[in-house]
Protein backbone atom coordinates (compact mmCIF):
# COMPACT_ATOMS: atom_id res chain seq x y z
CA UNK A 1 0.00 0.00 0.00
CA UNK A 2 1.61 3.88 -0.84
CA UNK A 3 1.62 6.07 1.47
CA UNK A 4 2.99 9.48 1.72
CA UNK A 5 3.57 9.82 -2.33
CA UNK A 6 3.84 13.67 -3.55
CA UNK A 7 3.90 15.28 -6.66
CA UNK A 8 4.98 19.12 -7.00
CA UNK A 9 4.26 20.56 -10.12
CA UNK A 10 1.46 21.64 -12.78
CA UNK A 11 -0.15 18.81 -15.08
CA UNK A 12 0.54 20.69 -18.07
CA UNK A 13 4.13 19.87 -17.65
CA UNK A 14 5.42 16.65 -20.01
CA UNK A 15 7.49 15.42 -16.98
CA UNK A 16 4.74 15.60 -14.58
CA UNK A 17 2.53 14.11 -16.83
CA UNK A 18 5.06 11.55 -17.60
CA UNK A 19 4.34 11.06 -13.92
CA UNK A 20 0.60 10.79 -13.04
CA UNK A 21 0.43 8.55 -16.04
CA UNK A 22 2.26 6.19 -14.13
CA UNK A 23 0.45 6.64 -10.66
CA UNK A 24 -2.64 6.35 -12.39
CA UNK A 25 -1.55 3.02 -13.94
CA UNK A 26 -0.14 1.31 -10.87
CA UNK A 27 -3.33 2.51 -8.93
CA UNK A 28 -1.51 4.57 -6.34
CA UNK A 29 -2.66 7.41 -4.12
CA UNK A 30 -1.04 10.78 -4.38
CA UNK A 31 -0.95 13.92 -3.49
CA UNK A 32 -0.53 16.15 -6.15
CA UNK A 33 0.99 20.29 -5.13
CA UNK A 34 0.46 22.45 -7.94
CA UNK A 35 3.40 25.05 -8.10
CA UNK A 36 4.11 27.57 -11.61
CA UNK A 37 7.49 28.78 -11.77
CA UNK A 38 6.91 29.05 -15.23
CA UNK A 39 4.52 32.57 -14.52
CA UNK A 40 7.31 33.77 -12.73
CA UNK A 41 9.98 33.33 -14.55
CA UNK A 42 9.04 33.12 -18.19
CA UNK A 43 10.89 29.93 -18.49
CA UNK A 44 9.15 27.81 -21.00
CA UNK A 45 11.19 25.58 -22.41
CA UNK A 46 12.95 24.56 -18.88
CA UNK A 47 8.51 24.39 -18.14
CA UNK A 48 8.33 21.94 -20.84
CA UNK A 49 11.46 20.00 -20.47
CA UNK A 50 13.01 19.09 -16.94
CA UNK A 51 16.33 20.03 -17.74
CA UNK A 52 17.56 21.27 -14.02
CA UNK A 53 17.53 20.01 -10.69
CA UNK A 54 15.15 23.28 -10.19
CA UNK A 55 12.27 21.96 -12.54
CA UNK A 56 8.81 21.15 -12.80
CA UNK A 57 8.30 17.75 -11.38
CA UNK A 58 9.32 16.88 -7.66
CA UNK A 59 8.50 13.66 -6.62
CA UNK A 60 8.30 12.57 -2.74
CA UNK A 61 7.92 9.43 -0.86
CA UNK A 62 8.66 9.41 2.66
CA UNK A 63 12.80 11.01 2.72
CA UNK A 64 13.32 9.68 -0.69
CA UNK A 65 13.30 12.84 -3.45
CA UNK A 66 13.27 12.26 -7.34
CA UNK A 67 13.56 15.06 -9.94
CA UNK A 68 13.77 13.42 -13.11
CA UNK A 69 10.40 11.92 -14.62
CA UNK A 70 11.46 8.74 -16.04
CA UNK A 71 13.59 7.69 -12.82
CA UNK A 72 9.98 8.69 -11.12
CA UNK A 73 8.13 5.87 -13.14
CA UNK A 74 11.02 3.45 -12.95
CA UNK A 75 10.86 3.82 -8.80
CA UNK A 76 7.62 3.80 -8.75
CA UNK A 77 7.29 0.86 -11.06
CA UNK A 78 10.17 -1.26 -8.82
CA UNK A 79 8.79 -0.09 -5.30
CA UNK A 80 5.15 -1.01 -5.85
CA UNK A 81 5.27 -4.03 -8.35
CA UNK A 82 1.68 -5.76 -7.04
CA UNK A 83 -0.36 -2.34 -7.34
CA UNK A 84 -2.32 -2.01 -10.70
CA UNK A 85 -0.43 -2.52 -14.05
CA UNK A 86 1.82 -4.91 -12.91
CA UNK A 87 3.28 -5.93 -16.35
CA UNK A 88 4.35 -1.58 -17.06
CA UNK A 89 8.32 -2.36 -16.44
CA UNK A 90 8.45 -6.03 -17.71
CA UNK A 91 7.91 -9.19 -15.39
CA UNK A 92 11.41 -10.24 -16.07
CA UNK A 93 15.15 -9.55 -16.86
CA UNK A 94 14.44 -9.77 -20.74
CA UNK A 95 11.05 -7.95 -21.13
CA UNK A 96 12.78 -5.00 -18.75
CA UNK A 97 16.32 -5.00 -20.61
CA UNK A 98 14.04 -4.39 -23.23
CA UNK A 99 11.82 -1.73 -21.84
CA UNK A 100 14.86 0.07 -21.20
CA UNK A 101 16.51 0.21 -24.47
CA UNK A 102 12.73 2.30 -25.61
CA UNK A 103 13.42 4.56 -22.46
CA UNK A 104 16.52 5.47 -23.32
CA UNK A 105 15.61 5.56 -26.94
CA UNK A 106 12.67 8.11 -26.41
CA UNK A 107 15.10 10.25 -23.76
CA UNK A 108 17.82 10.35 -26.36
CA UNK A 109 16.50 10.63 -29.69
CA UNK A 110 12.78 11.03 -29.53
CA UNK A 111 12.83 13.67 -26.80
CA UNK A 112 14.47 16.34 -27.77
CA UNK A 113 12.90 17.08 -31.60
CA UNK A 114 9.44 16.21 -29.86
CA UNK A 115 10.07 19.13 -27.45
CA UNK A 116 11.02 21.19 -29.83
CA UNK A 117 7.85 20.49 -31.65
CA UNK A 118 6.24 20.89 -28.66
CA UNK A 119 7.17 24.11 -28.34
CA UNK A 120 6.71 25.19 -31.40
CA UNK A 121 3.72 23.69 -32.73
CA UNK A 122 1.72 23.61 -29.44
CA UNK A 123 2.76 26.67 -27.48
CA UNK A 124 4.54 29.26 -29.33
CA UNK A 125 1.20 29.94 -30.80
CA UNK A 126 -0.16 30.77 -27.70
CA UNK A 127 2.51 32.92 -26.59
CA UNK A 128 2.09 34.91 -30.39
CA UNK A 129 5.65 33.70 -31.11
CA UNK A 130 6.51 33.69 -34.91
CA UNK A 131 7.09 30.05 -36.34
CA UNK A 132 10.49 29.27 -36.55
CA UNK A 133 10.07 27.56 -40.04
CA UNK A 134 13.53 25.98 -40.09
CA UNK A 135 13.80 24.67 -36.72
CA UNK A 136 10.42 23.14 -37.12
CA UNK A 137 11.53 21.18 -40.72
CA UNK A 138 14.71 20.41 -38.96
CA UNK A 139 13.13 18.36 -35.92
CA UNK A 140 10.15 17.23 -38.18
CA UNK A 141 12.85 15.47 -40.31
CA UNK A 142 14.28 13.97 -37.16
CA UNK A 143 11.30 13.11 -35.47
CA UNK A 144 10.24 11.37 -38.98
CA UNK A 145 13.80 9.62 -39.09
CA UNK A 146 12.39 7.86 -35.37
CA UNK A 147 8.87 6.99 -36.33
CA UNK A 148 9.67 5.30 -39.77
CA UNK A 149 11.86 3.01 -37.07
CA UNK A 150 8.89 2.89 -34.71
CA UNK A 151 6.74 2.06 -37.54
CA UNK A 152 8.62 -1.18 -38.35
CA UNK A 153 8.57 -2.29 -35.21
CA UNK A 154 4.94 -1.85 -34.37
CA UNK A 155 4.54 -3.87 -37.69
CA UNK A 156 5.22 -7.02 -35.89
CA UNK A 157 4.68 -5.74 -32.25
CA UNK A 158 1.33 -4.12 -30.68
CA UNK A 159 3.62 -1.84 -28.78
CA UNK A 160 7.11 -1.23 -28.18
CA UNK A 161 8.81 -3.75 -26.29
CA UNK A 162 6.35 -6.32 -26.90
CA UNK A 163 2.05 -7.43 -26.46
CA UNK A 164 1.96 -5.06 -22.98
CA UNK A 165 1.49 -1.68 -22.84
CA UNK A 166 5.04 -0.97 -20.48
CA UNK A 167 6.52 2.58 -19.50
CA UNK A 168 8.87 2.08 -23.18
CA UNK A 169 5.45 3.82 -24.40
CA UNK A 170 3.83 5.68 -21.74
CA UNK A 171 6.91 8.27 -21.71
CA UNK A 172 6.20 8.66 -25.47
CA UNK A 173 2.64 10.05 -24.54
CA UNK A 174 3.17 13.70 -23.36
CA UNK A 175 5.18 14.94 -26.23
CA UNK A 176 3.15 13.23 -28.58
CA UNK A 177 -0.05 14.72 -27.24
CA UNK A 178 0.65 18.13 -27.67
CA UNK A 179 2.19 17.55 -31.24
CA UNK A 180 -0.86 15.47 -32.43
CA UNK A 181 -3.18 18.10 -30.87
CA UNK A 182 -1.79 21.34 -31.60
CA UNK A 183 -3.74 23.76 -33.94
CA UNK A 184 -1.06 22.87 -36.88
CA UNK A 185 -1.79 19.97 -38.73
CA UNK A 186 1.55 18.98 -39.59
CA UNK A 187 2.28 17.51 -35.94
CA UNK A 188 -0.96 15.47 -36.13
CA UNK A 189 0.52 14.15 -39.80
CA UNK A 190 3.50 13.24 -37.98
CA UNK A 191 1.71 10.27 -36.19
CA UNK A 192 -1.44 9.73 -38.70
CA UNK A 193 0.71 9.36 -41.70
CA UNK A 194 2.32 6.15 -40.89
CA UNK A 195 -0.54 3.17 -40.61
CA UNK A 196 1.28 1.13 -37.28
CA UNK A 197 2.51 4.52 -35.33
CA UNK A 198 -1.08 5.83 -35.77
CA UNK A 199 -2.63 2.69 -34.81
CA UNK A 200 -0.21 2.17 -31.50
CA UNK A 201 -0.47 6.19 -30.42
CA UNK A 202 -4.21 5.84 -30.99
CA UNK A 203 -4.03 2.99 -28.43
CA UNK A 204 -1.96 4.52 -26.13
CA UNK A 205 -4.04 7.83 -25.68
CA UNK A 206 -6.77 5.98 -25.16
CA UNK A 207 -6.08 4.43 -21.88
CA UNK A 208 -7.39 5.49 -19.01
CA UNK A 209 -4.67 6.70 -17.11
CA UNK A 210 -3.54 9.20 -19.90
CA UNK A 211 -7.38 10.34 -20.65
CA UNK A 212 -7.54 11.23 -16.87
CA UNK A 213 -3.98 13.08 -16.94
CA UNK A 214 -5.78 15.06 -20.27
CA UNK A 215 -8.93 15.68 -18.33
CA UNK A 216 -5.96 17.18 -15.18
CA UNK A 217 -4.69 19.64 -17.87
CA UNK A 218 -7.73 21.06 -19.50
CA UNK A 219 -8.84 21.35 -15.55
CA UNK A 220 -5.32 23.09 -14.68
CA UNK A 221 -3.92 24.14 -17.65
CA UNK A 222 -0.73 25.77 -15.71
CA UNK A 223 1.11 28.48 -17.49
CA UNK A 224 -1.95 29.37 -19.53
CA UNK A 225 -4.41 29.74 -16.47
Not at 149 to 166: C, M, Q, R, W
Request: hydrophobic share 35%; aromatic share 10%; charged share 25%.
Amino acid sequence: MAAGLQVFGQPASTDVARVLTCLFEKNLEFELIRIDTFKKQHKLPEFIKLRDPTGQVTFKHGDKTLVDSRAICRYLSTQFPDDGNRTIYGTGSLERASIEQWLQAEAQSFDAPSSELVFHLAFAPQLNIPADEARIAENERKLQQMLNVYDEILAKNKYLAGDEFTLADLSHLPNSHYIVNARSPRGKKLFTSKKHVARWYEEISNRASWKQVVKMQSEHPGAFE
